[in-house]
């Protein structure tokens, strides 16, 4: 079965930056596009990047020019770097496959200060 596990999530400042990483185990991780997605209190969980099996990124539009997303599959790691950090990009963070399957617990992103 799929598992994600999320980490790098934290206490930020506005303006701040974060580098999250999700370790993905159980599939034949090169061969699955993957994305990030966010979920905030209250809110449907929304689709924020995506990264194909070659590469092409996409984001978005909400959060375009912030974020960076990446993967490497030797580690079967997939990674998002968010700059510019606001209030509202308060959430918890999940990678996925794309289409998504289970869900990880995800990692908690907390803009405050």
């Known amino acids: 079965q799929v598992q994600f596990a999320e980490s790098g999530g934290g206490l930020v400042q506005p303006g701040g930056s974060l580098r999250l990483s999700c370790v993905v185990s159980?599939?034949?991780?090169?061969?699955?596009?993957m994305a990030w997605f966010r979920q905030a209190l209250g809110k449907q969980r929304e689709l924020i990047a995506g990264?194909?099996?070659?590469?092409?990124?996409n984001y978005a539009d909400s959060m375009k020019g912030r974020l960076t997303i990446s993967r490497d599959n030797v580690k079967k790691t997939v990674y998002l770097r968010m700059d510019s950090l606001r209030y509202e990009d308060t959430a918890v963070y999940y990678c996925n496959t794309r289409p998504p399957t289970f869900w990880g617990e995800g990692t908690q992103v907390t803009v405050w200060g």
């Open positions: 990264i194909t099996t070659d590469g092409i990124t």
């Open positions: 159980g599939i034949d991780f090169p061969i699955y596009d």
